[in-house]
């Protein structure tokens, strides 16, 4: 058994009467990239933090590849993070800000020349030594704040979301590069993100946290797929939540009477929530297209609105107003607002949820 | 406003206000005006004779006032050098640690030279002294100028503090910097200008402090010396050593807010 990156253990912070972060578990293991997520004021930054060594624990102890923290500083800890306004210290050269980590840990003048320069590389800002950060864009600012982070050859690179200020596509572009250069350089990433979709992208794993606790840890796929909760369920993406009860282990009775076969983890007569996500849903005029083992659920179209690469629709059931995406494909029918349809979803598609 | 309904009198009153501005600089202005011009007058009254810097070398000869002048200059260096450092160090605790014991008080307590009256300090010290049994002297004054200027000087230096952002200190841990090189490296030269701003203040207000010097004296300092020198009569030389004065002050201070408007 190899030991984790991160290991936490029955961590809690309180500050006065706010509990910021409530009692978590986890194990980063090496070379992941990992994920934070959530919602403004659960409790990521806070959490993040105690791994720098800028936050004691309230309670409960962290580790960094089977090393206890405790008290030691941040100054000690074999980390380094990225924070999330860069905190570039603004009277030095980008050269002075990326050589600034190696300076300290006193390494000799000859290697810093060349991991700097190196790291410069790394992040594409050679011509840009000499340049204070106030004459960086702020794309430009991020790599050197990341440089300056990488440049230490930490055991574990945290990010604060770091992408948080860059604009719509220079912050996918910049998704891209950092997940790049994280398998280039192998460093076990933690990154804080409440963007659910740039942390669907970029991780192995993700752990969805609210109102400082951890709700579910998994890989990206299993997030998405599975979630645990209603809340990481409306979390990440968009979801139709219906409410039923548990039949017999494999049906759920919807509301209105009508049954669905279902993902089901609980007993008969258990309330349970059906997560199932708009594009699991195919709708069709007939019965007749739809697979013999699929749930055939009839409707009628009350709203479709077009997005380009797909069309979303909502189909009212009667007893709840359920929304299905359609991808835009040549030769795909198109349903009329007013329509009657048939709404059809694969069982494994529709998750019972007990909380 | 003034002009949408174009009544005299409100154009009137436009006239009235422009000419009481003028007459305000006229009336602050004027005296200064009068003394730099006569510091360079060859008569010793308030005629005019001819261009001399007659005064001006009777000032430098003149040994009892070159002795307040040296006087001034060492109580003023030393007392900027040390409540430099102690204003400085005080506005840090005072930004940087959010909560510790005492923390209000010591606030409100920092501040209080800036407003209570010099007269009152004065007595302060001058009783403080005295009851602690020691010899006014040139000690006396030097401390009684650190004691005012410590609040000058970590106001100005707060206010430069409460502009920089605290996760660049944390940005300098992280990147394996012990507390002492953090400051060094990269607080102290983000904060240099409102340091060297507190200073020159500093250095500012003890040249120019006559009240407090007065009551805290060993030696004569140069503006005591002045002022000694008033009660027997204004002479020509006096004009010379206050023009003198008040070219150093207007230096200081358009220095210090020149150092502190810098980004
Ligand atoms: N220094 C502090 N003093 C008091 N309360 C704090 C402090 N730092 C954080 N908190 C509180 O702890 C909770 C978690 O804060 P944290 O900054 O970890 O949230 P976050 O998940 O990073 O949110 P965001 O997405 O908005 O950055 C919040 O309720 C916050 O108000
Ligand atoms: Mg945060």
Redo the contacts between chains.
């Keep these: 058994m190899t030991t984790a990156a991160v290991g936490i253990k029955g961590v809690t912070k309180r500050f006065g009467d706010v509990v910021a972060v409530d009692h978590i578990d986890l194990e980063i293991a090496d070379g992941e990239f990992f994920s934070l997520l959530g919602p403004s004021g659960c409790g990521k930054t806070t959490t993040l933090r105690m791994i720098?060594?800028?936050e004691y624990p309230t309670e409960g102890s962290i580790t960094i590849h089977g090393e206890e923290m405790g008290l030691r500083?941040?100054?000690k800890r074999p980390?380094?993070?990225v924070?999330q306004?860069y905190?570039?210290?603004?009277?030095m050269t980008v050269t002075g800000n990326v050589a600034?980590?190696l300076q300290?840990?006193k390494i000799s003048e000859d290697e810093t020349r060349r991991r700097v320069g190196e790291a410069i590389d790394l992040v594409r800002l050679s011509g840009m030594e000499n340049r204070r950060p106030g004459m960086l864009s702020g794309g430009q600012q991020q790599r050197v704040a990341l440089a300056?982070?990488l440049v230490?050859r930490p055991e574990v690179l945290l990010l604060d979301e770091p992408l948080g200020a860059l604009d719509l596509k220079l912050r996918q572009a910049m998704q891209l590069e950092l997940k790049e250069i994280q398998r280039e350089v192998g460093i076990t990433f933690v990154y804080v993100t409440h963007d659910q979709e740039e942390a669907l992208t970029m991780s192995d794993r993700i752990a969805v946290m609210n109102e400082g606790q951890l709700l579910q840890v998994a890989p990206s796929e299993e997030i998405y797929e599975r979630p645990n909760t209603r809340f990481v369920a409306e979390f990440i993406g968009e979801t139709n939540l219906i409410s039923g009860t548990v039949v017999e282990p494999g049906i759920v009775k919807l509301a209105d009477g009508r049954l669905v076969k279902a993902r089901t983890h609980s007993g008969a007569g258990t309330a349970v929530t059906l997560n199932l996500r708009p594009e699991k849903i195919d709708l069709h005029h007939t019965e007749e297209s739809v697979p013999e083992h699929f749930n055939k659920l009839s409707g009628t179209i009350v709203r479709r609105l077009y997005f380009g690469d797909s069309l979303f629709y909502e189909v009212d059931f009667g007893h709840s107003i359920v929304d299905a995406r359609e991808e835009n494909r040549p030769g795909r029918e198109r349903f009329a607002e007013g329509a009657p349809i048939i709404a059809a979803f694969h069982p494994d598609s529709a998750e019972a949820l007990t909380e | 406003m003034t002009t949408r309904d174009g009544s005299a009198l409100t154009r009137r009153l436009d006239r009235i206000l422009k000419g009481h501005a003028w007459f305000v600089y006229l009336f602050f202005y004027l005296p200064i005006l009068v003394l730099i011009v006569f510091s360079f007058n060859e008569s010793r009254f308030f005629t005019w004779e001819a261009l001399s810097l007659r005064w001006y070398r009777q000032m430098f000869a003149n040994d009892n006032l070159m002795a307040a002048l040296w006087a001034s200059l060492q109580v003023a260096a030393v007392s900027t050098v040390i409540s430099t450092a102690l204003g400085t160090a005080a506005a840090l605790a005072l930004e940087r640690y959010k909560r510790f014991l005492g923390k209000r008080t010591f606030d409100a307590l920092l501040y209080l030279p800036v407003i209570i009256p010099d007269v009152t300090m004065a007595a302060m010290l001058l009783v403080f002294f005295t009851s602690l049994g020691r010899q006014l002297s040139i000690t006396t004054i030097v401390l009684s100028h650190i004691a005012f200027n410590i609040s000058f000087v970590s106001i100005v230096v707060r206010a430069r503090l409460a502009n920089l952002d605290p996760a660049l200190e944390e940005a300098a841990a992280d990147l394996y910097a012990g507390r002492w090189q953090a400051f060094r490296k990269i607080t102290l030269p983000l904060i240099m200008p409102g340091v060297l701003g507190g200073a020159l203040l500093a250095l500012t207000l003890s040249l120019d402090d006559v009240v407090i010097t007065q009551f805290v004296k060993g030696p004569d300092t140069l503006p005591t010396f002045v002022f000694g020198l008033i009660k027997r009569g204004v002479t020509p030389e006096i004009n010379a050593v206050s023009t003198l004065m008040l070219t150093a002050s207007v230096v200081l201070v358009l220095g210090s807010l020149a150092l502190q408007r810098r980004n």
């Design positions: 720098a060594g800028l500083p941040p100054n980390v380094n993070t924070f306004s905190a570039l210290f603004p009277h600034f980590g300290m840990q300056r982070a230490n």
